[in-house]
């Protein structure tokens, strides 16, 4: 870990507790995405899990630097999987207390039946939630269609 890194600063352990804070705002019929990290696995990014099937509906990357972030592993993975999700490398300038203003997000690998959207961007932490939420819709209506019906 670099020290003087602000965006490392944030993280708590491996976990960036403004990311969870967000994610913790989604809510799709009674399930909560969840924030989880593979503890074992130190290099392992933090998950945005299906609460009922306790998969990842994506694979994103968050950054707050303007630096190009690779997201070559969670492609390879993503495309290797049975039911590929799509993957986000997405750019923000939120902290723990201080609200987003800024969400790029680019879509770097997305699988049929997924929105292929290559670049868009919200102003507001609000915009940004409704995106995973909605996602996190995809997945079910995709993955689960009973739980929706
Ligand atoms: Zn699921």
Same mark, same amino acid.
Request: charged share 25%.
């Given at each position: 870990? %670099?020290?003087?890194?602000?965006? %490392?600063?944030?993280?708590? @352990? +491996?976990? =960036?507790?403004?990311?969870?804070?967000?994610?913790?705002?989604?809510?799709?019929? $009674?399930?909560?995405?969840?924030? !989880? =990290? /593979? +503890?074992? *696995?130190? #290099?392992?990014?933090?998950?945005?899990? !299906? +609460?009922?099937?306790?998969?990842?509906? /994506?694979? *994103?990357?968050?950054?707050? @630097?303007? #630096?190009?972030?690779?997201?070559?592993?969670?492609? /390879?993975? /993503?495309? $290797?999987?049975?039911?590929? *999700?799509?993957?986000?490398?997405?750019?923000?300038?939120?902290?723990?207390?201080?609200?987003?203003?800024?969400?790029?997000?680019?879509?770097?690998?997305?699988?049929? &039946?997924? +929105?292929?959207?290559?670049?868009?961007?919200?102003?507001?932490?609000?915009?940004?939630? #409704?995106? *995973?939420?909605?996602?996190?819709?995809?997945?079910?209506?995709? &993955?689960?269609?009973?739980?929706?019906?």
């Amino acid at each position: 870990m %670099n020290p003087g890194n602000p965006s %490392n600063n944030e993280r708590s @352990g +491996d976990r =960036d507790l403004y990311i969870s804070g967000l994610l913790r705002q989604t809510k799709s019929l $009674d399930l909560k995405l969840k924030q !989880c =990290d /593979a +503890d074992s *696995i130190p #290099e392992m990014f933090p998950q945005t899990i !299906c +609460d009922w099937c306790k998969l990842p509906i /994506a694979l *994103i990357e968050f950054h707050r @630097g303007i #630096e190009y972030k690779p997201t070559t592993y969670m492609e /390879a993975w /993503a495309m $290797d999987m049975k039911h590929p *999700i799509p993957v986000y490398c997405v750019r923000h300038n939120g902290a723990e207390h201080r609200a987003g203003t800024s969400f790029e997000i680019e879509c770097r690998f997305c699988p049929p &039946r997924y +929105d292929n959207t290559k670049e868009f961007w919200f102003n507001n932490e609000k915009e940004f939630i #409704e995106w *995973i939420q909605n996602l996190y819709q995809q997945h079910l209506r995709l &993955r689960h269609p009973f739980l929706l019906s």
